[in-house]
């Protein structure tokens, strides 16, 4: 049985923040209802979009949930909302700053009518504070917790980061918190309010470069590329390309040894200039250029292998479509291939890195936009077909709902 299995969520999130946390969740097993917007839907789903009715963002974000359409801002489906609650034990949203207020479903109404929900909300930088009404997204968050101050090279501007860690960090961060709040409830019967700021989130990932070099705070944490020792660095390899690279992390002697006799140069941990770390960084021009003409003669996975096999820590620097073709990945099943639609050749996804023995959920495609309304509203609040039908005449179900046969 999954882990989760039991845990019910009530899905307001939109991007990328709310959803990866509620994938999390739904991957672990609870049972998740995404609410969107009659028409639109989540803003992600449009997002770049070319080989598939929604965009490769939205589907990489939304696996395992339910899409229901329901217009909010129509007294009708806030009425509807309300009348859901009680049944689910976690509600969720990432909208902007004052955007539940305006529906009137704040935590004070929400727990009127279900006093035992978990109520959780992901702002960019909190409920509370001088920043709590700016409006934020992933990048805006890592600049504000530091973390393009430390990437990119000692003499140039600070660099952009490429991973979300901003959005999915956070949304990681969130299901955790989610977790553990379940967890009590299970416990003592009780629910409550969770908040989580992304600028906050952000400084979690921040901790290791803060204690390389800001002294407790006291002093600005320099950037430091790609090399932070002669043996820690990256190293191209043939044929030149803009990822045919490996990253070397050989940071102890008997590292240093190793990748001696991996190079087929075993002189080298005996010779003067290169005896202990400081003279490595004292002649790192020369050590560099003799690390170089070994990658250089070698792919980046043959470079890879060989320093792996002997018991370096390096890797070959995979890019985006590297991890699809990864053989290590695939015999492991973490590439997900899924039927394409309409005659097109499918899609490929990246899976859940957590593997529990007990609970396991295979991963399912992202939900059309309120391909599941009507099947929801029936099993939860029991409306007909008939009452279905007028509620979305009316527009307060989307246009999408369509009736089970």
């Not at 035992?116 to 930088?125: D, V």
């Not at 070959?316 to 015999?331: G, I, N, Q, R, S």
Request: hydrophobic residues 40%.
């Amino acid at each position: 049985m999954p882990a989760l299995t039991g845990m019910r969520v009530l899905d307001l999130t939109q991007w990328e923040a709310g959803p990866s946390c509620t994938q999390a969740l739904a991957w672990l097993g609870a049972d998740v209802v995404k609410i969107e917007s009659p028409g639109t839907g989540d803003p992600g789903r449009t997002l770049r979009t070319d080989l598939w009715e929604d965009s490769e963002y939205f589907v990489n974000w939304n696996s395992n949930k339910c899409s229901v359409e329901l217009n909010l801002r129509n007294p009708r489906g806030r009425d509807l909302l309300l009348k859901m609650a009680p049944r689910f034990d976690v509600f969720i949203e990432n909208y902007g700053p004052g955007v539940v207020e305006k529906l009137d479903i704040g935590y004070e109404i929400l727990t009127s009518v279900h006093p035992e929900i978990i109520y959780a909300q992901i702002k960019g930088f909190g409920l509370s504070g001088p920043y709590a009404d700016y409006k934020c997204f992933d990048m805006v968050a890592q600049a504000a917790a530091g973390a393009l101050s430390i990437t990119g090279t000692p003499d140039g501007p600070p660099i952009r980061p490429g991973p979300t860690i901003g959005d999915a960090g956070t949304g990681v961060q969130m299901a955790l918190a989610i977790t553990a709040a379940y967890v009590q409830k299970l416990r003592d019967g009780k629910g409550q309010h969770i908040e989580l700021s992304m600028q906050e989130s952000v400084t979690y990932f921040m901790r290791t470069m803060i204690a390389l070099g800001s002294k407790w705070g006291t002093e600005v944490a320099p950037r430091i590329g790609n090399d932070l020792d002669p043996t820690v660095t990256l190293l191209a390899c043939k044929p030149f390309g803009p990822n045919d690279y490996i990253y070397l992390m050989a940071v102890t002697d008997r590292q240093w040894t190793t990748l001696c006799e991996a190079i087929g140069r075993s002189d080298l941990a005996g010779d003067a200039r290169f005896s202990t770390l400081p003279l490595r960084r004292e002649n790192n021009e020369e050590l560099r250029s003799i690390l170089n003409a070994w990658t250089g003669a070698r792919t980046k996975q043959d470079a890879m292998k060989k320093l792996a096999d002997e018991g370096v820590p390096a890797s070959a620097v995979f890019d985006t479509k590297d991890l699809f073709t990864d053989p290590h990945l695939h015999e492991r099943n973490f590439i997900h291939r899924f039927p394409g639609k309409e005659g097109d050749n499918g899609i490929s996804l990246l899976g859940w890195p957590a593997r529990l023995s007990e609970s396991n959920v295979p991963i399912e495609l992202a939900p059309a936009l309120g391909e599941d309304t009507f099947g929801v509203l029936q099993a939860e609040l029991g409306l007909t077909t008939a009452e279905l039908n007028e509620l979305q005449a009316d527009g307060v179900l989307g246009e999408n709902a369509i009736a089970d046969e």
